[in-house]
Nanobody
């Protein structure tokens, strides 16, 4: 069992930055690929970014590539999402996800989810 808790959300103006953090508890955090997803009101939950168990490889949605950076610190059981050049369309609840046993986290196949943290970007 892995528990995930997101933090760092808030209100920011367009062009600003936020750093989200996901703290994990449980066994074998380093064996999980980690990801960030977001859900805007009335829309589906969408992939944002993911990182492999050892941090060697990352993947990003086209909409956030070159603006967002995912990272992890296995010693502290955390995964972060640095969000720069924020746009109003980035407004959503952001969720941390974990997937064990190979493969990338997805909206359908992730094993664990956090409760979400709200990010609101004003224009």
């Amino acid at each position: 069992q892995v528990q995930l808790v997101e933090s760092g959300g808030g209100l920011v103006q367009a062009g600003g930055s936020l750093r989200l953090s996901c703290a994990a508890s449980g066994r074998s955090f380093s064996r999980y690929a980690m990801g960030w997803f977001r859900k805007a009101p009335g829309k589906e939950r969408l992939f944002v970014a993911a990182i492999t168990w050892n941090g060697a490889s990352s993947s990003y949605a086209d909409s956030v590539k070159d603006r967002f950076t995912i990272s992890r610190d296995n010693a502290r059981n955390t995964v972060d999402l640095q969000m720069n050049s924020l746009k109003p369309e980035d407004t959503a609840v952001y969720y941390c996800a974990a997937r064990y046993g190979g493969g990338w986290p997805t909206s359908y196949d992730s094993d664990y989810w956090g409760q979400g943290t709200q990010v609101t970007v004003s224009s």
